[in-house]
């Protein structure tokens, strides 16, 4: 007897499996998943899944899109062999929302249009307006003649417009951002979504056969050859060194330079508890926030008594009670203490002598 989970297959939202489709006798609904998402789902004769109205609506609306996508590529290609740049006829359930748009465009290049005669010569004005009051009596073919117009007119330089220092990170920031998220494709090995420019590196990871960098100086073994690099001058070599320009630091990896700028030479809290949103400069800081306020969990349990400790330089500092250890030395007087500040407090007292 066939057995049935009632959430979806999907969303893993609960469901009443006589109100949702069955992916087991679905065969488009399986197959569309296939496609979309990479995911095999109904695999199991034996197991019945199921799929909610909401991920069947989405689901169909990427389909769709898909669909419309490899139609639009191909016309698009006989377009580019055929020479042709006009727009085509959109379908007539959408012609009203295409018309609006394509109306929407071609007011704003008038007006764009229309500044530029306004900055150039005087002589030029007439056939601005002519230009313009074209866009409005016509209702196809507006952009055309506008172009058309533009390049019979003479080229005018522009001044740039000046920009100050606040604009430039702010839109350098807006600029890659959007360009990151644009062009983020997924791995069908693992699912990851990764940069198109980082998907040829990333699939590496998956080649059992992959080509291994060596450390000449320990045998651990690269993929990378940035991360290579890294590791050998970080642990071994230590040629080169960044240095911090406003407080002299130096680290010998660049990643960590970085995150000492941010953290320390910034107003920047990058790093937020998923608990209470209170957020921090570095994430060691946010895990160590975790650990102490929100976490119930104290894995450091003492040998010697029933006393435990959710880290482990507080289990070290008691475990020295019983053992004896004094690690930390003076250097005036040779006494020894458990504890580093211990040292520091007991060196003020040598200041009196």
């Known amino acids: 007897m066939a057995s049935s989970h009632k959430v979806c297959r999907l969303c893993?939202?609960?469901?009443?499996?006589?109100?949702?489709?069955?992916?087991?006798?679905?065969?488009?609904?399986?197959k569309s998943i296939l496609h979309i998402t990479?995911?095999?789902?109904?695999?199991?004769s034996g197991q019945h899944e199921y799929l909610?109205?909401?991920?069947?609506?989405?689901?169909?609306?990427?389909?769709?899109?898909?669909?419309?996508?490899?139609?639009?590529?191909?016309?698009?290609?006989?377009?580019?062999?055929?020479g042709k740049t006009d727009p085509l006829p959109v379908a007539t359930q959408q012609q009203e929302n295409v018309e609006v748009e394509f109306l929407k465009v071609e007011v704003d290049i008038a007006?764009?249009?229309?500044?530029?005669?306004?900055?150039?010569?005087?002589?030029?004005?007439?056939?601005?307006?002519?230009?313009h009051s074209d866009v409005e009596n016509e209702d196809?073919?507006?952009?055309?003649?506008?172009?058309e117009e533009k390049v019979k007119e003479p080229r005018t330089r522009k001044k740039r417009k000046s920009k100050t220092d606040n604009d430039v990170p702010k839109t350098k920031k807006s600029y890659w951002k959007s360009r990151k998220n644009a062009h983020k494709v997924q791995c069908q090995?693992?699912?990851?979504?990764?940069?198109?420019?980082?998907?040829?590196?990333?699939?590496?990871?998956?080649?059992?056969?992959?080509?291994?960098?060596?450390?000449?100086?320990?045998?651990?073994?690269?993929?990378?050859?940035?991360?290579?690099?890294?590791?050998?001058?970080?642990?071994?070599?230590?040629?080169?060194?960044?240095?911090?320009?406003?407080?002299g630091k130096v680290y010998l990896r660049p990643h960590s330079l970085k995150e000492h700028i941010l953290a320390?030479?910034?107003?920047?809290k990058r790093y937020q508890c998923k608990q209470c949103g209170e957020r921090f400069p570095r994430s060691a800081m946010r895990n160590h926030h975790?650990?102490?306020?929100?976490?119930?969990?104290?894995?450091?349990?003492?040998?010697?008594?029933?006393?435990t400790f959710k880290f482990k330089t507080d289990f070290t500092v008691h475990t020295r009670i019983h053992t004896g250890e004094k690690p930390y030395k003076c250097d005036i007087c040779g006494k020894c203490f458990n504890k580093s500040y211990n040292v520091v407090i007991h060196k003020k007292s040598h200041r009196n002598d």
């Open 264 to 268: 320390s030479h910034t107003d920047e």
């Open 111 to 131: 007006d764009e249009f229309h500044e530029k005669q306004s900055n150039s010569d005087p002589q030029d004005n007439d056939d601005g307006m002519d230009s």
């Open 189 to 247: 090995q693992c699912g990851a979504m990764i940069a198109h420019y980082n998907l040829k590196s990333h699939q590496e990871i998956h080649n059992p056969n992959r080509r291994k960098l060596t450390c000449p100086h320990c045998p651990k073994e690269f993929i990378c050859r940035k991360t290579y690099k890294i590791h050998v001058n970080a642990i071994h070599t230590q040629e080169i060194k960044y240095t911090c320009d406003k407080c």
């Open 38 to 44: 990479g995911i095999e789902v109904a695999s199991d």
């Open 12 to 30: 893993l939202v609960g469901i009443d499996p006589q109100e949702v489709s069955q992916l087991n006798s679905n065969q488009q609904l399986t």
């Open 290 to 307: 975790e650990k102490k306020v929100h976490s119930t969990a104290r894995p450091f349990a003492c040998e010697y008594c029933d006393k």
């Open 140 to 147: 196809e073919g507006l952009i055309e003649p506008m172009v």
């Open 52 to 82: 909610c109205n909401r991920c069947e609506s989405e689901l169909g609306q990427c389909v769709q899109f898909r669909t419309t996508c490899i139609h639009n590529n191909d016309i698009f290609k006989k377009m580019l062999h055929e």
